[in-house]
């Protein structure tokens, strides 16, 4: 059910890169120089109903023909630009290729919550709920369009060149009165013009928090595509305690003061949108900072809820691979060879677990073995194989073959987060294609996670390129720890 008391909006913010960034920018952020940016702003009109004569992206509500926000986006941008027309024009070919280049173009970020003592009693005092996207335009003459996003263009080229392309991009229905272009970093995120509340905030959520700055070791975490969300998890809350403890003044006084720059817990969170125990637990960090409770206590009593949390997770699983083991026991087709065989996906810290305790509960019976498959791109089963006693490994074809055949009992996957009412989980690249070769093959499939990967909003996140939404259909079980 959709809450009443939020108004759910989208924001687009168009981004073209510039040639060379200004004098300033090579001065301050010299690593910059070459991936600077202006955004594309659009000031509302005088005689809008809610922020009038605002500075705002392209922005609107998500009504209810739109399957999702991404598509909300799309039909705003439509609606209240001529990128469609521009975006054919670019591609040489017809609208719905000049659509696909632009869709490939979009990411979506995190969502925002704008809260009602900011949103000065817009759409009857409720919560808005910003669901920003970023709309990257290819602007090097350098690139063509195929290899901006992979399009077979041999047959049809346009002459058209992307600079001078991007620069007829004009503005369409009666919203806004005014659009400008402005550097990103010298201009946009200080503006001082009225702009809709949280514009600078949802527009770091859109780039993924891109354009802040923040320590190298959150930069370095930000980086790993190998451990699961849990440990992930783990980490950004001990960052975030460092970062608070460290900070000369006051993170949160700052981040509210300011209006333009969100705290480093929730900068943390934006920077992998994906990964929902990180955004959980970061929200829930934030919140009690702004309660101005002791950084130790909050740090320690997160970490405590995730080993809890996990620990239940582990129980429950153990409980559903043995039940499982057990029927397979009873089976006719037991030899003195065979072997209750467990797959497994990607990387998990949690499933780690799981899988040990298994193996030490029937390790007198020497009858469980556990096999990972390699999970391109990244390969993280090959580590798991290693964090797991003699397990190994199977590249992703080879392990789908083995369960084809009959040759692994039961497979196991984590997730990076579960949407309400069965409507699906979000997890590694792979899991549908593996879910759906376990259903055509009638070998069980548990997905197993703990309560920080729950989800509270209808749309799933953003989603990063190594992740995918799985239907809830599609497995056995989607195992989670009651209250």
């Not at 690139?143 to 991009?169: F, I, Q, R, Y």
């Not at 980086?223 to 950004?236: H, I, P, S, T």
């Not at 995730?306 to 057990?326: A, M, P, S, T």
């Not at 239907?471 to 720890?481: A, E, Q």
């Amino acid at each position: 059910m959709v809450s009443l008391s939020i108004k759910r909006v989208v924001s687009v913010f168009i981004l073209r890169p510039t040639k060379s960034p200004p004098p300033i920018l090579q001065q301050l952020q010299p690593h910059h120089q070459n991936n600077a940016y202006q955004v594309a702003l659009f000031r509302r009109c005088a005689t809008m109903p809610t922020f009038p004569s605002h500075w705002a992206g392209i922005s609107g509500s998500i009504e209810d023909d739109d399957a999702n926000p991404f598509e909300a986006a799309i039909r705003e941008l439509q609606e209240e630009t001529n990128l469609a027309e521009l975006f054919v024009k670019y591609c040489g070919g017809g609208f719905d290729e000049g659509m696909m280049v632009l869709r490939k173009c979009m990411k979506e970020g995190l969502h925002v919550d704008v809260s009602t003592n900011r949103t000065k009693g817009a759409f009857g005092g409720r919560i808005i709920r910003v669901y920003p996207f970023v709309l990257t335009l290819p602007m090097d003459n350098n690139h063509s369009p195929e290899e901006v996003v992979g399009v077979d263009k041999s047959s049809s080229k346009t002459d058209a060149c992307p600079s001078s392309l991007w620069s007829n991009l004009e503005m369409k229905g009666t919203e806004h009165d005014k659009m400008k272009f402005v550097d990103v970093d010298t201009e946009f995120l200080t503006m001082t013009e009225p702009c809709v509340p949280s514009l600078q905030i949802a527009f770091h959520h859109a780039t993924s928090g891109s354009h802040l700055e923040l320590a190298k070791e959150i930069r370095d975490w930000e980086k790993d595509r190998v451990n699961g969300a849990a440990f992930l998890a783990r980490q950004a809350v001990t960052l975030a305690a460092a970062a608070h403890t460290s900070s000369d003044s006051n993170d949160h006084e700052h981040a509210d003061d300011s209006k333009n720059k969100p705290s480093t817990s929730l900068s943390i969170a934006m920077l992998r949108p994906s990964m929902i125990p990180i955004v959980n637990v970061m929200n829930e960090f934030d919140r009690r900072m702004q309660l101005k409770e002791g950084i130790d206590k909050v740090r320690d009593d997160l970490l405590h809820s995730f080993d809890e949390e996990v620990g239940k997770c582990v129980d429950l699983g153990v409980e559903h691979i043995q039940r499982y083991y057990n029927e397979w026991q009873l089976g006719s087709s037991i030899t003195a060879d065979s072997k209750f065989v467990i797959g497994t996906f990607s990387r998990s810290s949690t499933l780690k677990l799981i899988l040990e305790r298994i193996l030490q509960v029937l390790e007198q019976t020497k009858l469980v073995k556990v096999v990972c498959s390699q999970s391109t791109p990244g390969d993280e089963g090959e580590l798991m194989a290693s964090d797991i006693p003699d397990a190994k490994w199977l590249p992703d074809e080879s392990f789908k073959q083995q369960i084809q055949q009959g040759n692994i009992n039961l497979v196991l996957v984590g997730a990076d987060c579960v949407l309400p009412e069965g409507k699906g989980v979000v997890n590694k690249v792979g899991t549908a294609s593996l879910a759906n070769c376990c259903k055509q093959s009638n070998v069980p499939i548990i997905c197993c996670t703990d309560r920080w990967k729950l989800w509270d909003d209808e749309y799933p996140p953003g989603l990063e390129d190594i992740f995918e939404l799985v239907s809830s259909n599609l497995f056995d079980h989607v195992l989670v720890p009651s209250d």
